[in-house]
């Protein structure tokens, strides 16, 4: 069983900042992918950026230049530091964790955070 608990959302005025943490909990061993997607009603969850272990990160073109990704993989923890946000930024950010294995050598093909709510004011 493993966890995802992100942290960091909030209320922000267009042109703010915020920071979101991701942390993963549970029987791991290692974790091979860590990242962050967005969801608002309606749409499909989307990718917002993906930080491999020992790979390129990948960004959302919208969010390029704006949206850093960082991590620590010996701590299993994940972050997205946001800034020049805009009101289009307004989603459901979850944590996503890929390539998890645990005790036992069990493996985990992919497993979800329950979701921050980031909310951009304009």
């Known amino acids: 069983q493993v966890q995802l608990v992100e942290s960091g959302g909030g209320l922000v005025q267009a042109g703010g900042s915020l920071r979101l943490s991701c942390a993963a909990s549970?029987?791991?061993?290692?974790?091979?992918?860590m990242g962050w997607y967005r969801q608002t009603p309606g749409k499909q969850r989307e990718l917002v950026a993906i930080?491999?272990?020992?790979?390129?990160?990948n960004y959302a073109e919208s969010v390029k230049g704006r949206f850093t990704i960082s991590s620590n993989y010996a701590k299993n923890t994940v972050y997205l530091q946001m800034n020049s946000l805009k009101p289009e930024d307004t989603a459901t950010y979850y944590c996503?964790?890929?390539?998890?294995?645990?005790?036992?050598?069990?493996?985990?093909?992919?497993?979800w955070g329950q979701g921050t709510q980031v909310t951009v004011s304009s």
């Open positions: 930080m491999p272990r020992g790979g390129n990160t």
């Open positions: 549970g029987s791991i061993f290692s974790i091979n992918t």
């Open positions: 996503r964790a890929e390539g998890i294995r645990g005790g036992a050598g069990s493996y985990i093909i992919g497993s």
